[in-house]
């Protein structure tokens, strides 16, 4: 028995670990956010006090990332992505700063921020009359792992008002494995409550058909790798994923759509959603409310440049 429980440990870390290498090797900062000097600048220069800095001085933010219905252009929904509004560096991306909120331990007191932001400012646009689309928002493990994590949910959709089918909140394969008991009772509880759950990066892990049978999942989003590189392998597991999709009755949304050619295989390949630069970039919430305005007007597949 000691062994197995050892080996069980061993295998988890292993998967922790290829996940972690795969981010490290796969990741690109969006195009706004990609600037050489920000790619030198790195935790060395981000300070803790910074962004102990940052959050007293509200210099953390959410943009939105549009999601679009492949067969009419329609606007379905957005991702909340953290940003943060460097005072001399400009707008960074969390690839800058992630790693110093986690040694600093303030992860999941922003993801808790981060959950209760996308709600009140959904909440902010329906009330302007313009958007009524789902909000998703990435969770950590720690934060899904806290106590309290499924009665947190349900006091910010109490106190902003928003309707929780109109949440959705993104988990990955990686942080499943950490304690697979744990998260399965207390996703089950949140999808008891009417939030949605999206399975991010699916396809990147050593089990995700394990998952697919044992959390509640809605919405598969199938990574941006097997996107931005259509050829004939990734193509085909495009193509498996979408089908297995299917027949689970679940959503599909691809990630880094950047060209019209890879938006038409995905359509043509029954994909429904996608999100990615050829629609837009990340927006801030003002210019997400103007793109919903036009996105009224778009015709199927044609993306706005932002």
Known sequence: MQREGKKKIFLRS???????????????????????????????????????????????????????????????GAEALLRWKHPSLGVLGPANFISAVEEIGI???????????ACRQAVFWQAQGHIDTTTSVNVSAGLISQRGFVEQIRNTLTETGLQPELLELEITESMLVEDFDLFKETLNLVRNLGVQIALDDFGTGFSSLMYLSQFPIDTLKIDQHFVRNLGQRNRLIIQSVIELAQKLHLRTIAEGVETLNQAEFLLGAGCQLAQGYYFSSPLSPDAYAEYAIKASETKPLRGHRH
């Open 107 to 117: 992860i999941n007191s922003i993801g808790q921020w981060a959950i209760h932001e």
């Open 14 to 76: 292993l998967v922790k670990l290829k996940y972690q290498m795969y981010r490290c090797l796969s990741h690109r900062l969006d195009g706004a956010y990609n600037h050489p000097r920000r790619e030198i600048v790195g935790r060395e220069v981000l300070l803790k006090k910074e962004i102990k800095t940052a959050i007293e001085e509200k210099q953390f933010v959410l943009h939105y990332q549009p999601q679009i219905e492949l067969a009419n252009g329609r606007l379905v």
